[in-house]
C-alpha cells in the first residue's frame, strides 16, 4: 500500500504563501508521477500541478505563474510552493501517486484562503 504524508496545510491571508510537503517511500518516489490535487465540498476533485520522475512539470491555468511544484530526490517529497493565494484557493489538498492505472491518494490537508 503507497503510503503519502501530507504537510503544510493552514490558514493564510490573501496574497500570502504557504508550502505543502508530501512523503513517501523512495520505491514510489523514483517511478510514480507525483502530484497535487484540490477539492472543495460537492465538487470535484480537480488537478493543480503534476511532476514526473525527469521533472516535467504540469499546472492547471488557474495557478500558473502562483505555484511552483518540485520534488527532492534525496528526501522522496514533492513539494508545492503556492504564493498570491487567493480565497478561490480554499481546499482541501491532495497529493497524489500515479502509474499507470495505479492512482494513490493522502489523507488531504486543509488550505484556506482568508482575511
Known amino acids: 500500500q503507497v503510503q503519502l504524508v501530507e504537510s503544510g496545510g493552514g490558514l493564510v491571508q490573501p496574497g500570502g504563501s504557504l508550502r505543502l510537503s508530501c512523503a513517501t517511500s523512495?520505491?514510489?518516489?523514483?517511478?510514480?508521477?507525483m502530484g497535487w490535487y484540490r477539492q472543495v465540498p460537492g465538487k470535484q476533485r480537480d488537478l493543480v500541478a503534476t511532476?514526473?520522475?525527469?521533472?516535467?512539470?504540469n499546472y492547471a491555468d488557474s495557478v500558473k505563474g502562483r505555484f511552483t511544484i518540485s520534488r527532492d530526490n534525496a528526501k522522496n517529497t514533492v513539494y508545492l510552493q503556492m504564493s498570491g493565494l487567493k480565497p478561490e484557493d480554499t481546499a482541501v489538498y491532495y497529493c497524489n501517486a500515479k502509474l499507470s492505472f495505479d492512482n494513490n491518494w493522502g489523507q488531504g490537508t486543509q488550505v484556506t484562503v482568508s482575511s
Open positions: 511532476i514526473t520522475t525527469l521533472g516535467r512539470t
Open positions: 523512495r520505491s514510489i518516489f523514483a517511478v510514480y508521477t
